[in-house]
């Protein structure tokens, strides 16, 4: 790949598309992408695209075997609430079966949605007293969403259904100009098996069924593949997409990107490093433990804030929850509640800021 040969890295995302198959229902996705996006460019909305929840790399081409990651799309799922809160139509690009906008109160739980049940006097089914009122309201807000047709679920499952609908879905947001908000939330692969190391049928363990992987040709091996008893998994690294994002495919957007690390001591580094390479406008970094806590906001004007709510034990230090966050009570307020609306305000800004030359 480009990096690794010292050449530029741009060079290999067209290359990228040209070699990775273009996923079966991509213009199906994209036709209703096109037809929300009309809808809203024509009421002069602001529409978000916020993606959300884990890629998966498969191993196989009739997938059997993947990799995949933590990401349970929380924080995507949440924010593109508050999005529609603040007025904007969301497209929610999500990892499949991931949390969704309202239905995540009730799913992924520790509760079944049956606990949130009851019959009443007549043998009817219906809500449980305690969980009404908060019922009541998120789906007053949902009708809201699907009344005025705000949100569109787009679902993908692995990288490079990703990478396609990303591609797609910001070429057809160009002609929303700076009303246009990407807010990448998705965890997305570093690596990846491309097509034209990827073998067809279920990698086989047993030494008995191996077969030889280049048959002589001099193919670079399968990107997984077995040696004896042990499986090897060689993967390329996934094209910097967030370049041609802020370079070619939505150049009069806002971008804001996240940034996930563990150790406490790289995220402000890392995160202004993400903006310096790709020069967009926003990077918000968290910290996998932490991350329904606190967050780092670093921006083109070199400011950088964090963003916290309380804790269930305000006690703690900051340094202390890094140590100890796997005892931390959920937090009382959504942290979404406070980075969307920051989100929102910079948007305006740079709304008025496009207006005014
Ligand atoms: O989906 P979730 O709420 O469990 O986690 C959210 C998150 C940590 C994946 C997100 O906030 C994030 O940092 N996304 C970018 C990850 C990265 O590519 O660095």
Same mark, same amino acid.
């Given at each position: 790949?480009?990096?690794?040969?010292?050449?530029?890295?741009?060079?290999?995302?067209?290359?990228?598309?040209?070699?990775?198959?273009?996923?079966?229902? !991509?213009?199906?996705?994209?036709?209703?992408?096109?037809?929300?996006?009309?809808?809203?460019?024509? &009421?002069?909305?602001?529409?978000?695209?916020?993606?959300? +929840?884990?890629?998966?790399?498969? #191993?196989?081409? &009739?997938?059997?075997?993947?990799?995949?990651?933590?990401?349970?799309?929380?924080? +995507?799922?949440?924010? %593109?609430?508050?999005?529609?809160?603040?007025?904007?139509? *969301?497209?929610?690009?999500?990892?499949?079966?991931?949390?969704?906008?309202?239905?995540?109160?009730?799913?992924?739980?520790?509760?079944?949605? #049956?606990?949130?049940?009851?019959?009443?006097?007549?043998?009817?089914?219906?809500?449980?007293?305690?969980?009404?009122? &908060?019922?009541? &309201?998120?789906?007053?807000?949902?009708?809201?969403?699907?009344?005025?047709?705000?949100?569109?679920?787009?679902?993908?499952?692995?990288?490079?259904?990703?990478?396609? !609908? #990303?591609?797609? !879905?910001?070429?057809?947001?160009?002609?929303?100009?700076?009303?246009?908000?990407?807010?990448?939330?998705? %965890?997305?692969?570093?690596?990846?098996?491309?097509?034209?190391?990827?073998?067809?049928?279920?990698?086989?363990?047993?030494?008995?069924?191996?077969?030889?992987?280049?048959?002589?040709?001099?193919?670079? %091996?399968?990107?997984?593949?077995?040696?004896?008893?042990?499986?090897?998994?060689?993967?390329?690294?996934?094209?910097?997409?967030?370049?041609?994002?802020?370079?070619?495919?939505?150049?009069?957007?806002?971008?804001?990107?996240?940034?996930?690390?563990?150790?406490?001591?790289? #995220?402000?580094?890392?995160?202004?490093?993400?903006?310096?390479?790709?020069?967009?406008?926003?990077?918000? +970094?968290?910290?996998?433990?932490?991350?329904?806590?606190?967050?780092?906001?670093?921006?083109?004007?070199? +400011?950088?804030?964090?963003?916290?709510?309380?804790?269930?034990?305000?006690?703690?230090?900051?340094?202390?929850?890094?140590?100890?966050?796997?005892?931390?009570?959920?937090?009382?307020?959504?942290?979404?509640?406070?980075?969307?609306?920051? *989100? %929102?305000?910079?948007?305006?800004?740079?709304?008025?800021?496009?207006?005014?030359?």
């Amino acid at each position: 790949m480009a990096q690794q040969n010292g050449t530029s890295e741009q060079s290999t995302e067209p290359d990228y598309f040209q070699t990775n198959p273009k996923p079966p229902n !991509l213009d199906r996705q994209i036709t209703s992408a096109r037809s929300f996006i009309e809808q809203h460019a024509s &009421q002069d909305r602001r529409v978000a695209l916020v993606t959300s +929840g884990g890629t998966t790399v498969p #191993l196989e081409n &009739q997938t059997v075997r993947f990799i995949d990651n933590f990401s349970a799309g929380t924080r +995507g799922a949440t924010s %593109a609430e508050y999005f529609l809160e603040a007025g904007y139509a *969301v497209i929610f690009l999500h990892r499949q079966f991931s949390l969704l906008p309202y239905s995540r109160h009730y799913s992924h739980s520790t509760n079944c949605f #049956l606990d949130f049940m009851t019959h009443n006097d007549a043998g009817a089914v219906v809500v449980e007293s305690e969980y009404q009122q &908060q019922m009541a &309201q998120v789906l007053s807000r949902y009708r809201k969403a699907k009344q005025e047709n705000t949100l569109l679920l787009l679902p993908f499952t692995t990288v490079n259904e990703y990478l396609w !609908l #990303l591609r797609g !879905l910001a070429m057809q947001m160009q002609p929303l100009g700076a009303n246009g908000l990407f807010y990448l939330a998705a %965890a997305v692969s570093d690596f990846f098996v491309p097509a034209e190391r990827m073998v067809e049928h279920k990698i086989q363990s047993s030494e008995d069924f191996q077969e030889d992987l280049t048959n002589g040709s001099g193919a670079r %091996a399968p990107a997984a593949h077995m040696d004896g008893k042990r499986l090897v998994i060689d993967l390329d690294p996934v094209p910097k997409f967030l370049k041609m994002l802020v370079d070619g495919w939505a150049p009069r957007s806002m971008i804001v990107s996240f940034k996930l690390e563990t150790d406490p001591s790289l #995220l402000a580094r890392k995160a202004r490093y993400a903006l310096e390479k790709y020069s967009h406008h926003l990077v918000i +970094g968290n910290l996998l433990n932490t991350r329904k806590w606190e967050v780092l906001f670093v921006s083109a004007d070199g +400011g950088e804030r964090w963003i916290r709510v309380p804790a269930g034990r305000r006690s703690h230090s900051v340094t202390q929850w890094h140590q100890d966050s796997a005892h931390l009570e959920e937090p009382t307020i959504e942290i979404e509640s406070w980075i969307v609306p920051e *989100v %929102a305000k910079e948007h305006t800004k740079m709304i008025e800021k496009t207006l005014s030359k």
